[in-house]
């Protein structure tokens, strides 16, 4: 059986990808020399960035769960085959052709990267704090790299679920994720307090995709005044904590107001669903692994380049991504597809 497409989720992608392409582009992109006040506000513009990547996490983490909650209800069984299997020609191909390409702009000169830092973002480990580390062309796979680590153990974690109460146990896991969190920031252990927070945005997002039907009608029938009210407290604790005065908050709080947000969005009313049921935007946000990519090479601080240049590279990018999630992407994930049930068959 498989999952429906949720057209406002995907409407969501594309609102997180802009969160992200708004950072970069007001940072560093050479912005600053047109409008000076922008160091001002620039820990706010990078929180709104992140918040961006954290709306993909929870996003991911529902997504997947679903297909995988689908395929145990219609089997009896999930097959880890198949899922790395549809999970890799999903991701890595086109990982892998950008990547190709900056390495082939390096050997002209028209941008600097290393062998070293591609295949460390290649091997999905630019969010760790490598001695070499990732330049600004491969940095932005950090956030592919918490999602592919997290996969690599989340299908076990699925399964144990699975073998009991599956709600009751995800959120035992979500709260060991808080406590070893918490527990890393009181010692004063940053990076790694927010590695494992970072998870617990992708954990939600599986928790949300089991809960009940019923609880899931329930927090898309809220009032919009409980919803613009989640919307409204974390947009003020973006804007008004202190500065790192959010990783509490960000382990306690946000992950919650997240799911909110995204998995509550109020779209029985006519001119909310106007928004988040738009062809167009739903199209944008089908294409936006694409344009999270590929806005790296256009948002890119190059000398003497004024910010409507950048944005000239920006539009170029979202037809470029248009062509690659048709002529490459699709076919990677029919590829991926068909080997996937494959590998069913061959176990059922």
């Known amino acids: 059986m498989a999952v429906k497409r949720i057209e406002h989720i995907d409407v969501w992608r594309f609102f997180a990808v802009m969160l992200v392409i708004q950072e970069h582009f007001l ?29 993909f996490f929870s996003i991911s983490g529902f997504v997947i769960c679903s297909a995988l909650n689908s395929e145990k209800q219609t089997t009896g069984r999930i097959c880890l085959s198949a899922f790395y299997t549809r999970r890799f020609f999903r991701i890595i191909p086109p990982l892998w052709f950008y990547l190709a390409c900056m390495m082939l702009f390096s050997t002209f000169g028209v941008l600097k990267i290393s062998g070293w830092q591609v295949l460390t973002s290649a091997a999905f480990l630019c ?19 918490y999602e592919e680590q997290f996969y690599l153990l989340f299908p076990l974690l699925f399964l144990w679920a699975w073998r009991g109460l599956k709600n009751l146990r995800l959120f035992m896991a979500m709260s060991w994720l808080i406590i070893i969190a918490l527990t890393l920031l009181h010692y004063k252990q940053s990076f790694w307090s927010e590695y494992f927070a970072y998870f617990l945005f992708l954990l939600t997002g599986c928790f949300s995709a089991l809960l009940p039907s019923k609880w899931m009608q329930w927090l898309r029938a809220l009032p919009f005044l409980f919803w613009f009210t989640a919307v409204t407290l974390l ?10 005065g959010d990783s509490t908050f960000k382990i306690l709080c946000y992950p919650v107001l997240v799911q909110i947000i995204v998995f509550g969005t109020p779209t029985h009313l006519w001119w909310v669903k106007r928004i ?23 948002t890119a601080y190059y000398e003497n380049t004024s910010w409507w240049q950048t944005l000239g590279y920006l539009i170029l990018v979202f037809g470029f991504a ?6 490459f992407e699709m076919p990677c994930q029919r590829l ?11 176990k059922s």
Request: glycine share 8%; charged share 15%.
């Open 27 to 55: 940072l560093f992109s050479g912005v600053d020399k047109y409008w000076s006040q922008i160091e001002t506000y620039s820990l706010q513009i990078e929180r709104f960035g992140e918040l961006g990547v954290l709306i």
């Open 127 to 145: 969010n760790l704090p490598l001695e070499k580390g990732c330049t600004w062309f491969a940095g932005h796979t950090w956030s592919l790299a």
């Open 235 to 244: 947009m003020s604790l973006l804007i008004f904590l202190p500065n790192n």
């Open 276 to 298: 988040f049921e738009n062809v167009s935007l739903s199209y944008l946000g089908r294409i936006s692994y694409s344009i999270y990519l590929w806005q790296e090479l256009a």
């Open 322 to 327: 248009a062509l690659s999630f048709h002529y």
């Open 336 to 346: 991926g597809t068909r080997l996937s049930n494959r590998l069913k068959a061959a």
